[in-house]
């Protein structure tokens, strides 16, 4: 069963420092998105990307972070100079089609999530 | 979005069925019920959703009241691998962002 993929399952990096989350998601889906958990929270949303550009974003995707599809199969998010603040579990997501689509379905399936540790 | 009210916690006994009450009492029309549930520590897993029809796949049934202001999911034959933080959310169905905003969740554990 096809599934979504993330890289690295852990992460370490200095405060200040760039990070790049990798996700692959599942390879007929079309809307991308990212989510984050921070220890015993709720998951959030952060970004959701369709047709190679931002659908939506929360009030945490700041300027600090920034998404891309760089390729056909590769689906990142870039903190630009982490915070202690953004460890967290960080959990990339795609659907065949989004919320506003009906040509297909928009269940979202989700990857094993990467554990940043900002120190 | 309708808000959703599920309860903290609930325990079930393995081998029988799990009912996961949900109210969303301010649920509009053109709104959808979403179950997913998260294993500790994995993402968040899809399950099932419907609009005021009850609905079944091989995972679980979803029952919706008639007035649709709140819904159940039931798992048939629970077993301890079904141990997870269950999810309701209500989501209209036409969204561009297409975003789910989880809550606090229903935290299951099924005992031996």
């Known amino acids: 069963e096809p599934e979504v993929t993330q890289t690295p399952s852990h992460q370490v990096t200095q405060m200040g420092q760039e990070v790049i989350l990798r996700c692959v998601p599942i390879?007929?889906?079309?809307?991308f998105y990212w989510y984050r958990q921070i220890l015993g929270q709720k998951v959030e949303f952060l970004v959701s990307?369709?047709?190679?550009?931002?659908?939506?974003k929360s009030e945490i995707f700041d300027d600090q972070f920034s998404v891309e599809r760089p390729d056909g199969s590769n689906f990142t998010l870039k903190i630009r100079s982490t915070k202690l603040e953004d460890s967290a579990m960080y959990f990339c997501?795609?659907?065949?089609?989004?919320?506003?689509?009906?040509?297909?379905?928009?269940?979202?399936?989700f990857g094993p999530g990467t554990r940043l540790t900002v120190l | 979005d309708a808000k959703t009210t599920q309860p903290t916690s609930m325990d079930c006994a393995e081998g029988r069925a799990a009912n996961l009450p949900c109210n969303h009492s301010?649920?509009?029309?053109?709104?959808?019920v979403y179950w997913y549930r998260q294993i500790h520590s994995q993402g968040p897993q899809y399950i099932i959703h419907?609009?005021?029809n009850n609905e079944t796949n091989e995972m679980a049934s979803l029952i919706i009241t008639e007035d649709r202001k709140s819904s159940t999911l039931i798992l048939p034959h629970a077993t301890l691998r079904d141990t997870a933080v269950y999810y309701c959310?209500?989501?209209?169905?036409?969204?561009?962002?297409?975003?789910?905003?989880f809550g606090q969740g229903t935290e299951l554990s099924v005992k031996p």
């Open positions: 997501a795609s659907s065949e089609a989004g919320l506003g689509d009906a040509s297909g379905r928009n269940e979202q399936f």
């Open positions: 390879s007929n889906h079309l809307y």
């Open positions: 990307f369709y047709n190679n550009e931002i659908s939506e």
């Open positions: 301010t649920i509009s029309g053109n709104e959808y």
């Open positions: 419907g609009l005021k």
């Open positions: 959310i209500v989501r209209v169905f036409y969204n561009q962002g297409g975003k789910l905003i």
